[in-house]
Structures are given as C-alpha cells and as structure tokens.
C-alpha cells in the first residue's frame, strides 16, 4: 500500500518563504517520480514541479525561480521550497508519485500520476 503524507503547510506573509516535505511508505521510493500539484476551490488541479528518479526537474513557469523541488532517497522523502510567496500562491499542495517516466508534456498532468497524499495547506496573505 502506497501513502504519501505531506507536511509544512501553514500561513504567511507574501514575500515571505515555506517548505513542504512529501513522505513516501509502501514502496521503491528511488525508482518513482514526485511531483507536487496545488488546487484551489473551483479550479483543476495544477501542476507546480516534479522531480524524476534521476533528480531532473520541471517547473510550472508561474513558480520558476521562486520554488525549488528537491529529494532525498536517504528519507524517502520530497521537499518544496518556496520563496517570494504570492497571494496567488494560496492553494491546497498535493504531493503525487508514480513508477512511470514523464514528459514534459505529460508531468503537470494529474492523470498521469498514481498516488496522491491529502493535502496541505498554503495561505499567503
């Protein structure tokens, strides 16, 4: 059974910076690509970035230069660095994980991810 239980979440000035972590159980953490997407009511779900196996990454271009998304095999587990936090950035974040190769057309897809963790909360204001 694959969980994936995100934490760091929480409410913050604009400009100011949070770091979410994204823990995997259940399986080969190392072969499997994360992801982060956020979501607020109303509107689909958005890809924000995504990390493969490898440590290749890809960015939604409304965060590039302000996020960062890392991971650490060690822990099994994925981190996002945001800074220079915008209002617009408020939304619930959703970590994803999935054993398949992405494109770069297919990784800000939520259909092309597995597993999903429940969500945490951003608010900037």
């Known amino acids: 059974q694959v969980q994936l239980v995100e934490s760091g979440g929480g409410s913050v000035q604009a400009g100011g910076s949070l770091r979410l972590s994204c823990t995997g159980f259940g399986y080969t953490y190392n072969t499997y690509c994360m992801g982060w997407f956020r979501q607020t009511p109303g509107k689909e779900r958005e890809g924000v970035a995504a990390?493969?196996?490898?440590?290749?990454?890809s960015y939604a271009d409304s965060v590039k230069g302000r996020f960062t998304v890392s991971r650490d095999s060690a822990e099994g587990t994925m981190y996002l660095h945001m800074t220079d936090l915008e209002p617009e950035d408020s939304a619930m974040y959703y970590c994803a994980g999935d054993p398949r190769r992405k494109t770069d057309e297919s990784w800000h897809d939520g259909f092309w991810w597995m597993f999903w963790g429940q969500g945490t909360q951003v608010t900037v204001s």
């Open positions: 990390i493969d196996r490898y440590g290749r990454t």
